[in-house]
């Protein structure tokens, strides 16, 4: 079945380093979506990306949705304390699955 | 404000009891979803509904049951049968199952076993 992997697991960075959480998925998707959860908090919807190829940004974070529409990436750059939480991608091919999230904890 | 309210905020349960999760929405939104969170994991589906008085299973539909006799609510009670119950439940909600639909989701109940 559909399978969506999340890598790293885990990623603590000095505040002003960039992070990357990269997604991987066995099947090729439609889409995908990304979303971020505080601690403590629940999902909220970040962006989506639909075409092969796209990117796009929001401030100090880029995401790219691969060639072949299996892979897509989330980058900060210069993150901040604000940015901890753990992001999560959602990739639809029939039904939507989530990975299991990359929880960013950033060191002032 | 519209938005997603799910009760209670923390439950126990005692072994073999059913406990029910509320969620309730005012988004008018067609679809809705459970979720579980365990530590460490991303969100499984437990079970979705697209219509009222329709809902299919997700992937770990074993040991819970839903209802969606109205459109703004979608009930999930957590039976006897599920035997490690204990984890964060979100409940989501999209305009409809579209392939485009961003989902929208309550702050959670986390459910223990005493």
């Known amino acids: 079945g559909q399978q969506v992997m999340q890598i790293p697991q885990y990623q603590h960075v000095q505040e002003g380093e960039d992070f990357t959480t990269y997604c991987n998925s066995s099947?090729?998707?439609?889409?995908i979506q990304w979303y971020k959860q505080r601690p403590g908090g629940h999902p909220v919807f970040l962006i989506q990306l639909v075409k092969s190829g796209e990117v796009k940004k929001q401030k100090r974070l880029t995401f790219q949705f691969g060639e072949a529409k299996k892979n897509s990436s989330l980058h900060i750059t210069a993150t901040q304390t604000t940015d901890v939480g753990t992001y999560f991608c959602?990739?639809?091919?029939?039904?939507?699955?989530f990975g299991a999230g990359t929880r960013l904890t950033v060191k002032p | 404000d519209g938005g997603i309210t799910q009760s209670p905020k923390y439950l126990f349960r005692k072994e073999g009891q059913n406990v029910t999760l509320s969620c309730e929405q005012n988004?008018?939104?067609?679809?809705m979803y459970w979720y579980r969170q365990d530590p460490g994991q991303g969100l499984r589906l437990i079970y979705y509904?697209?219509?009222?008085?329709?809902?299919q299973k997700g992937d770990i539909a074993e040991g819970y049951s839903v209802s969606r006799e109205k459109k703004e609510s979608f009930p999930l009670t957590v039976t006897s049968a599920q035997k490690n119950p204990t984890a964060f439940y979100l409940c989501a909600s999209s305009p409809s199952r579209g392939l485009n639909q961003p989902q929208h989701f309550g702050d959670g109940t986390r459910l223990s076993i005493l």
């Open positions: 509904s697209q219509i009222v008085n329709d809902f």
């Open positions: 988004l008018n939104h067609d679809a």
């Open positions: 099947t090729t998707l439609s889409n």
């Open positions: 959602a990739g639809r091919n029939n039904d939507m699955r």
